[in-house]
């Protein structure tokens, strides 16, 4: 039981190119969500999803695109990556008690 | 702007002393969770407060949710070096629909 798994765990981009985060979760959870951490700024919700096949923005959408395909993962992407986007990605996942588990995180920088 | 406020953002303990960390909303919340984060961790889930006036504890810390349920604290009683990391509250309200993180407390502890 792995739990939340996040891939890749660091990279390095340059302005103007495209990313995929993938996460993963084996817990059967339905309920699967995108934070951006930055010093000071806590953690903002970017994208979620409440089921296979449903997504909605969170509090920062813009340059970001989610999909899920398939109930155990939830993919984000970047389609043209900006130096803002400099940040650690954590994916979440959660069932009906409505605690999340987290990933490990993605550390993405930006040049 | 940020719904949750979190005081301080900053806490230096020496080992052995408590602490309190306080959650602020200024809208009336269904439910907070309180997570912790290691450094270089990611965000772990330590417990969910749902009832006004709530009390819960787990060995030295105790949380605790307000009467008009608009605040949260999380006490720590003779803090260890384990206790390092940041502590978030989250809460939840109707019309957010989604959890809303505080910019989190970050202890150090002095040995």
């Known amino acids: 039981n792995a739990g939340v798994t996040q891939t890749p765990k660091f990279r390095v981009l340059k302005t103007g190119q495209s990313m995929t985060l993938l996460c993963a979760q084996d817990?059967?959870?339905?309920?699967m969500y995108w934070y951006r951490q930055d010093p000071g700024m806590g953690l903002r919700l970017i994208h979620y999803?409440?089921?296979?096949?449903?997504?909605a923005k969170g509090e920062v959408p813009d340059g970001y695109n989610v999909s899920r395909l398939k109930k155990q993962n939830f993919l984000l992407g970047l389609e043209s990556a900006a130096p803002s986007q400099t940040s650690v990605y954590f994916c979440?996942?959660?069932?009906?008690?409505?605690?999340?588990?987290f990933g490990p995180g993605t550390r993405l920088t930006v040049l | 702007g940020q719904q949750v406020m979190q005081i301080p953002q900053y806490q230096h303990v020496q080992e052995g002393e408590d602490f309190t960390t306080y959650c602020n909303s200024s809208?009336?919340?269904?439910?907070i969770q309180w997570y912790k984060q290691r450094p270089g961790g990611h965000p772990v889930f330590l417990i969910q407060?749902?009832?006004?006036?709530e009390v819960k504890k787990q060995k030295r810390l105790t949380f605790q949710f307000g009467e008009a349920k608009k605040n949260s604290s999380l006490h720590i009683t003779a803090t260890q070096t384990t206790d390092v990391g940041t502590y978030f509250c989250?809460?939840?309200?109707?019309?957010?629909?989604?959890?809303?993180f505080g910019a989190g407390t970050q202890v150090v502890v002095t040995p």
């Open positions: 809208t009336t919340l269904s439910n």
């Open positions: 999803s409440v089921g296979e096949g449903t997504t």
């Open positions: 989250a809460g939840i309200n109707d019309s957010w629909g989604k959890l809303q």
């Open positions: 407060l749902v009832k006004s006036g």
């Open positions: 979440a996942s959660s069932g009906r008690t409505a605690a999340q588990f």
């Open positions: 817990m059967n959870h339905e309920y």
